[in-house]
Nanobody
Framework: QVQLVESGGGLVQPGGSLRLSCAASGFTFSNYDMSWFRQAPGKEREFVATISWTGGSTNYAHSLKGRVTISRDNAENTMYLQMNSLKSEDTAVYYC????????????WGQGTQVTVSA
């Protein structure tokens, strides 16, 4: 059974940091490009960051570049998102997304983890 389980969300003050994790199971994690998306209340889901299946290539949403770092550990089947200098507008549900690096129609979503940035 395929599972993507996000964790690490919570309430943080503006300027604070959080590290999100996405634990994968039920598929060959190292064959998948991995991404983070987020969805704020009343808004569409938006791209945050992506990392290639080898971990050798990353890309970030322009609005978040410099404040977030995506990484992965293929031995642990886990992806991470380090977020720093958090702002209230970063408040959203953060989702983990997997896409096969060759058979790109094979995709999976996690259930999301809530991040709330508030004083």
């Amino acid at each position: 059974q395929v599972q993507l389980v996000e964790s690490g969300g919570g309430l943080v003050q503006p300027g604070g940091s959080l590290r999100l994790s996405c634990a994968a199971s039920g598929f060959t994690f190292s064959n998948y490009d991995m991404s983070w998306f987020r969805q704020a209340p009343g808004k569409e889901r938006e791209f945050v960051a992506t990392i290639s299946w080898t971990g050798g290539s990353t890309n970030y949403a322009h609005s978040l570049k410099g404040r977030v770092t995506i990484s992965r550990d293929n031995a642990e089947n886990t992806m991470y998102l380090q977020m720093n200098s958090l702002k209230s507008e970063d408040t959203a549900v953060y989702y983990c997304y997997a896409r096969h690096n060759i058979l790109t129609r094979i995709t999976y979503w996690g259930q999301g983890t809530q991040v709330t940035v508030s004083a």
